[in-house]
């Protein structure tokens, strides 16, 4: 993996603007990671799943570099972790978009079956440099 182009692509995001390389290469650390690259050997896509491979898995930070899109990379990518030996079996798979709806339903990623039991600690601007 790439960490520049991932950290590049990343601090830019709406879900993870401004965070730190080192907090970002810990999270690469700690995660099953799948990437997307050239043939010359540049990365262009890229995902990770967080997971404990038995039980419940997230898919974060997934992304293809703007001048990449519409050329099937992100459905490439997903069909890829979908198939992921370590992630077969498992009982959940969850993830959040506020944009990519439709690329996710076709792997059947569905909205919340019971939203009212989902609870969550956010913090938005937790890597805002004023903290």
């Known amino acids: 993996m790439n960490l520049s182009v991932i950290h590049g692509y990343l ?3 709406y879900w993870a603007k401004n965070i730190p390389i080192n907090t970002l290469e810990t999270a690469i650390n700690n995660s099953l990671c ?5 043939d010359d050997g540049k ?3 890229f995902a990770r799943m967080i997971t404990d491979t038995a039980t419940f898995a ?5 992304f293809v570099l703007e001048e990449h899109r519409g050329k099937g990379i992100s459905k490439y990518l997903m069909q890829n972790i979908i198939e ?11 993830l959040a978009t506020s944009d990519a709806h439709g690329l996710y339903q076709q ?7 019971s939203p009212d039991s ?10 805002n440099s004023s903290r």
């Open 107 to 113: 792997f059947g990623f569905t909205a919340l079956s």
């Open 43 to 45: 990365q262009v896509a």
């Open 118 to 127: 989902f609870m969550e600690l956010h913090q938005p601007d937790v890597y």
């Open 58 to 62: 997230y898919l974060a930070d997934v």
């Open 34 to 38: 799948f990437g997307v690259f050239t």
């Open 11 to 13: 601090s830019q995001s």
């Open 84 to 94: 992921h030996p370590k992630l077969q079996g498992i009982r959940r798979m969850a």
